[in-house]
Antibody, heavy 121, light 110 residues
């Protein structure tokens, strides 16, 4: 059974940093593209980043480019999202999502339950 | 900047058929956009319904189908049920690694 378990969310001050983790199990992690998707309170879903199966390629939404870094450790079956220069607009539930084997045409077939990041003073 | 468009809301009668669409603020959606569709109830993680335009995800009933209608991707729900009442999101693959969600459609079954 595919399982994705996010952690690392919490309350952070504006301008602060946070690192999210997503522990994966139930599939061959190193074979699949992984993504982060977020949802601000009462708002829709927003794709923010994707990393290739090897970790060699990554892409970002304009809203987080230059501030967020996606990475993965295939030896630990774990996906990460390093976030810096956080602002209130980054307050959201952050989901990790398993994708396909290639970034081209990627979609999200399994989702974690999400971790809440609140940016507030 | 191109925006992915969805109807903000839609209503369907129980047992009825509804088609939700997913378009572009500029241009037409084709199979090259690999449209996918997700269902989300409040407080829950999304559930994958359709990927690559028209392929049903595992366990999704055949009441849900995906297609290209005109210049948009479409999700058709037949035999609507009360528990179909929730939010529906489409995603388009925009190329160069970038995916983009539509704003979502709130479906009411009444």
């Amino acid at each position: 059974e595919v399982q994705l378990l996010e952690s690392g969310g919490g309350l952070v001050q504006p301008g602060g940093s946070l690192r999210l983790s997503c522990a994966a199990s139930g599939f061959t992690f190193s074979t699949y593209v992984m993504s982060w998707v977020r949802q601000a309170p009462g708002k829709g879903l927003e794709w923010i980043s994707v990393v290739s199966a090897s970790g060699g390629s990554s892409y970002y939404a304009d809203s987080v480019k230059g501030r967020f870094t996606i990475s993965r450790d295939n030896s630990k079956n774990t996906l990460y999202l390093q976030m810096i220069s956080l602002s209130a607009e980054d307050t959201a539930v952050y989901y990790c999502a398993k994708g396909t084997t290639m970034i081209t045409g990627n979609y999200f077939d399994y989702w974690g339950q999400g971790t809440l990041v609140t940016v507030s003073s | 900047q191109t925006v992915v468009t969805q109807e903000p809301s839609f209503s369907v009668s129980p047992g009825g058929t509804v088609t939700l669409t997913c378009g572009l603020s500029s241009g037409s959606v084709s199979t090259n956009y690999y449209a996918s569709w997700y269902q989300q109830t409040p407080g829950q993680a999304p559930r994958t319904l359709i990927y690559s335009t028209n392929t049903r995800s595992s366990g999704v009933p055949d009441r849900f189908s995906g297609s290209i209608l005109g210049n948009k991707a479409a999700l058709t729900i037949t035999g609507a049920q009360a528990d179909d009442e929730c939010d529906y999101y489409c995603v388009l693959y925009m190329g160069s690694g970038i995916s983009m969600f539509g704003g979502g459609t709130k479906l009411t079954v009444l």
